[in-house]
């Protein structure tokens, strides 16, 4: 009661309960059952819920709110005509959604509606704050809306550090994570997915139609890939200490303009792409992102980058154990 109490003063249930929404919830097993669904419902709209029972196997699958796991959201949202699907991972920390047409939208993509909406809809203001492995759309909007913008290392903790100091609108990562001005500076995926229904609400349009909007006004569609990289923890460390000791200047047939350090090394692209090269915190992994302003350039630059990190990996007499 207490947290429900909370977020009824982060968004406006009232116009949420005049809009009569309908909506998929998948809740992939996690403690989101009994909270996004119960407030929806509660609030006017008409809610279809998948996996909202407990089971520590989580039906067999990873509760991660990503694309491979929410088909039967989709499929759902196709079936029912539903105007959007939201899905958390496990602890409900982090988010995804599903938009009317079945597609998936990205965190990168939610990230960058929620900021517009909070701009437009509700007339917000504040400094943004994002990771290293996050969207530059972020940046394109506040350059847009006249927004200080601050870069972290990966972590929400770090997002959540800059949301203590200073006037921050919102803060998120590219893996899902969110809070906003109001809230906790943690991450929250049920109040993350009730303000992208706020926005909705607000809107009284298509997701699909709304995300279109936002590329007409910012006047950029980013490509956005990850690739994981397994070695033995030596092989690793050597990878590493290699790049960080003498990076690339160029990639592939382009300049890197600058390299910055925040966490691992950021290459900035001369045509406005980057590269993000850093070791994984959590698991034995090197993790490289990739953002360009096409899918064919994102896979370009993904090849030219990659030929790099190979031909280090061989003279190393490394072996990938596993890439992802």
Same mark, same amino acid.
């Given at each position: 009661?207490?947290?429900?109490?909370?977020?009824?003063?982060?968004?406006?249930?009232?116009?949420?309960?005049?809009?009569?929404?309908?909506?998929?919830?998948?809740?992939?097993?996690?403690?989101?059952?009994?909270?996004?669904?119960?407030?929806?419902?509660?609030?006017?709209?008409?809610?279809?819920?998948?996996?909202? &029972?407990?089971?520590?196997?989580?039906?067999?699958?990873?509760?991660?709110?990503?694309?491979?796991?929410? +088909? /039967?959201?989709?499929?759902? @949202?196709?079936?029912?005509?539903?105007?959007?699907?939201?899905?958390?991972?496990?602890?409900?920390?982090?988010?995804?959604?599903?938009?009317?047409?079945?597609?998936?939208?990205?965190?990168?993509?939610?990230?960058?509606?929620?900021?517009?909406?909070?701009?437009?809809?509700?007339?917000?203001?504040?400094?943004?704050?994002? +990771?290293?492995?996050? +969207?530059?759309?972020?940046?394109?909007?506040?350059?847009?809306?006249?927004? /200080?913008?601050?870069?972290?290392?990966?972590?929400?903790?770090?997002?959540?550090?800059?949301?203590?100091?200073?006037?921050?609108?919102?803060?998120?990562? /590219?893996?899902?994570?969110?809070?906003?001005?109001?809230?906790?500076?943690?991450?929250?995926?049920?109040?993350?997915?009730?303000?992208?229904? /706020?926005?909705?609400?607000?809107?009284?349009?298509?997701?699909?139609?709304? &995300?279109?909007?936002?590329?007409?006004?910012?006047?950029?569609?980013?490509?956005?890939?990850?690739?994981?990289?397994?070695?033995?923890?030596?092989?690793?460390?050597?990878?590493?200490?290699?790049?960080?000791?003498?990076?690339?200047?160029?990639?592939?047939?382009?300049? @890197?303009?600058?390299?910055?350090?925040?966490?691992?090394?950021?290459?900035?692209?001369?045509?406005?792409? &980057?590269?993000?090269?850093?070791?994984?915190?959590?698991?034995?992994? @090197?993790?490289?992102?990739?953002?360009?302003?096409?899918?064919?350039?994102?896979?370009?630059?993904?090849?030219?980058?990659?030929?790099?990190?190979?031909?280090? @990996?061989?003279?190393?007499?490394?072996?990938?154990?596993?890439?992802?």
């Amino acid at each position: 009661p207490g947290y429900i109490e909370s977020i009824s003063k982060l968004i406006d249930l009232e116009r949420l309960a005049q809009a009569k929404l309908r909506l998929g919830c998948e809740c992939l097993f996690s403690t989101c059952r009994g909270y996004l669904d119960k407030i929806l419902r509660d609030n006017g709209a008409d809610v279809h819920v998948l996996h909202d &029972w407990r089971d520590p196997l989580f039906g067999g699958l990873t509760p991660e709110p990503k694309p491979e796991y929410l +088909t /039967e959201l989709s499929a759902l @949202v196709k079936r029912e005509k539903l105007q959007v699907g939201l899905a958390t991972d496990g602890d409900a920390d982090r988010f995804g959604a599903i938009d009317d047409q079945g597609e998936y939208l990205s965190p990168n993509q939610l990230l960058a509606l929620l900021l517009r909406h909070l701009v437009k809809n509700r007339g917000m203001h504040g400094s943004v704050v994002k +990771t290293v492995a996050t +969207t530059h759309m972020l940046d394109k909007l506040c350059a847009l809306y006249g927004l /200080e913008i601050d870069e972290t290392p990966v972590g929400f903790k770090y997002i959540g550090e800059i949301m203590r100091q200073k006037d921050v609108l919102i803060g998120g990562e /590219e893996s899902g994570g969110v809070s906003f001005k109001g809230h906790i500076p943690e991450k929250d995926g049920i109040a993350a997915s009730l303000l992208l229904v /706020e926005m909705l609400a607000y809107e009284k349009k298509p997701l699909s139609q709304i &995300w279109g909007e936002l590329v007409r006004e910012t006047g950029s569609q980013f490509a956005y890939r990850r690739r994981d990289l397994r070695l033995t923890a030596e092989n690793q460390k050597r990878l590493v200490e290699t790049v960080l000791a003498a990076p690339f200047s160029t990639i592939g047939k382009s300049r @890197v303009e600058r390299v910055t350090r925040a966490d691992g090394l950021k290459f900035y692209v001369e045509d406005g792409s &980057w590269v993000l090269f850093r070791h994984s915190g959590t698991e034995p992994l @090197v993790r490289l992102y990739y953002e360009a302003s096409s899918a064919e350039r994102v896979e370009e630059l993904k090849r030219d980058f990659e030929q790099n990190i190979d031909r280090i @990996v061989a003279d190393l007499g490394a072996r990938l154990l596993a890439v992802h």
